[in-house]
């Protein structure tokens, strides 16, 4: 059964900081992954998909990579902004979807 | 474009009430859905997914259950609430296979079961 971690559960930093989200998956074999953010009692958006042949996708000032071998992906934002505030989840696909618990970010201006 | 929308956004109800979250698609044919529940401090839980009108999986054992009425209308059910109900319930939809394709959430339910 495929788990997925997030770590750390809750990161603050000061406005303009780059930061990175940590995802791990027990699981390698995965068709995707999928980053989202969510907003505090709203629905998910999604960020960025990562398809299991590729290392990285870039979209703005998010950079996520995938090594899936080792059952790893990160999320990098640059130059972090107070808007950026907000839980950030992982969600790994091999046949169906599983999450992490998510990263709560606050960027502090 | 695609849109989806659920409703309530927000809902309280007794324990042994019954439930009824809608959730419908538009600008998109023979979408696949999917109803997901985020317990407090926890992730994205898989409740069911439906492939196509009328067709329904469930990953976990509970007390809710799911149709798929009409092609882009998605509903979850209770005939009695439990206390272990309450979360935040999110639909999603995605074209084609799980395995291959982006899903795109709705704004979510939040229920509160007293």
């Known amino acids: 059964k495929q788990e997925v971690t997030q770590i750390p559960a809750a990161l603050s930093v000061p406005e303009g900081e780059n930061l990175v989200l940590n995802c791990s998956f027990t699981?390698?074999?995965?068709?995707?992954l999928q980053w989202f953010r969510q907003d505090p009692g709203k629905g998910l958006t999604s960020l960025l998909l990562?398809?299991?042949?590729?290392r990285e996708q870039t979209s703005g000032r998010l950079n996520a990579s995938l090594d899936k071998s080792s059952g790893r992906s990160t999320l990098y934002i640059a130059a972090s902004q107070p808007g950026d505030s907000a839980t950030y989840l992982c969600?790994?696909?091999?046949?169906?979807?599983?999450f992490g618990a998510g990263t709560r970010l606050t960027v502090k201006p | 474009s695609q849109t989806i929308h659920q409703w309530p956004a927000t809902l309280v109800q007794p324990v042994g009430s019954p439930l009824s979250l809608e959730c419908t698609v538009e600008?998109?044919?023979?979408?696949?859905l999917y109803w997901y529940r985020q317990a407090a401090g926890r992730g994205l839980q898989l409740l069911f997914y439906?492939?196509?009108?009328?067709?329904i999986s469930s990953e976990v054992p509970q007390n809710l259950s799911a149709s798929r009425p009409q092609d882009r209308q998605f509903i979850l059910s209770s005939k009695k609430l439990l206390l272990s109900d309450s979360g935040f319930y999110l639909c999603?939809?995605?074209?084609?296979?799980?395995?291959?394709?982006?899903?795109?959430f709705g704004a979510g339910t939040r229920l509160s079961v007293l």
């Open positions: 699981d390698s074999a995965i068709y995707n």
């Open positions: 990562i398809q299991s042949s590729q």
């Open positions: 999603a939809w995605s074209k084609g296979l799980v395995s291959s394709n982006i899903q795109y």
């Open positions: 969600a790994v696909n091999n046949n169906d979807m599983r």
């Open positions: 439906s492939v196509g009108i009328g067709q």
């Open positions: 600008g998109t044919s023979n979408p696949n």
